[in-house]
């Protein structure tokens, strides 16, 4: 079975930065986790004495606090600018992109409309710049009956489909007299997405390796399956079934923008394994 990488897939530029700078760093606390990645969260923790705390509350004697690669909120980072505390700021510069433009749209009077989970850590982070009217969607129904603005600013949770973010913005475009539109969906997220799609169609079966809380990742496993029904998505090559590769030639692996090469590494070998490449 012949075994091949997407393209492009792994770390992004945004998340080699924050664990070099976790390395650097060392003996500290992250706001939120540092990535999505378990196994690399746990790395950095072992290694490095880098813990990871849900929110700035639950700090306590902590000397150094490391900004997650996704961003904190305004009110956040504020709070914590008042402790007594080192702050170091991982926050992807992809990210930092959406909130700096939701603050100056906002100060020109532009309601915005993000598309993204509104759960999402990186969208919590970017609305709390926005201090007119924000609407976050994933889909364009949810605005049906909705009265909008004259005009509105339209960003993207840099991780999204950019064909999902053009639909969103034709739907306005008929409905809103005056629409800005900023395209924050992430260079890396979209050559990733480009690779699996190219890749998923020429394979028999599709591994995907990240972390199941990474939206990138589903975003890869998601566009996968679409193309090749025996796609599936991992964390660690512990997951791996050797049934999923019987009779297959031809298998074709991505990973998200959180997972290191020391994984992929192991859930090639393990593949290889199974095999008996």
Not at 58 to 71: C, N, Q, Y
Not at 95 to 111: A, F, L, T
Not at 197 to 213: A, F, M, P, Q, Y
Request: charged share 30%.
């Amino acid at each position: 079975m012949k075994i091949e990488l997407a393209k492009n897939y792994g770390f992004c530029v945004g998340v080699k930065r924050a664990i070099k700078k976790a390395e650097r760093i060392r003996d500290a606390a992250t706001i939120g986790p540092l990535i999505h990645n378990n196994e690399e969260i746990n790395r950095l923790k072992n290694k490095f004495n880098v813990k990871t705390l849900q929110n700035i509350r639950e700090l306590s004697d902590e000397k150094k606090a490391i900004i997650r690669t996704h961003g904190i909120t305004k009110q956040d980072l504020a709070e914590l600018k008042k402790k007594d505390i080192e702050i170091y700021d991982a926050t992807c510069p992809f990210v930092k992109e959406p909130q700096s433009i939701c603050e100056q749209m906002s100060e020109q009077g532009y309601d915005v409309l993000i598309f993204g989970d509104k759960e999402h850590p990186e969208v919590k982070g970017v609305k709390s710049y926005v201090s007119t009217n924000a609407y976050v969607i994933l889909d364009e129904k949810e605005l049906d009956g909705i009265k909008l603005p004259n005009k509105i600013a339209v960003v993207s949770q840099t991780t999204k489909k950019v064909e999902k973010f053009m639909q969103i913005v034709n739907y306005l475009l008929l409905r809103v007299k005056e629409v800005r539109v900023f395209n924050t969906i992430c260079d890396a997220t979209f050559k990733n997405q480009e690779a699996i799609t190219e890749l998923s169609k020429r394979s028999d079966v599709i591994i995907i390796v990240g972390g199941k809380n990474s939206s990138n990742t589903k975003q890869l496993f998601l566009i996968a399956k679409g193309n090749c029904d025996n796609s599936y998505l991992i964390e660690t090559q512990d997951e791996l079934k050797k049934e999923w590769f019987i009779g297959k030639k031809h298998c074709g692996i991505s990973a998200g923008a959180s997972t290191p090469d020391w994984i992929i590494k192991k859930v090639i070998e393990k593949i290889e394994k199974m095999t008996d490449i």
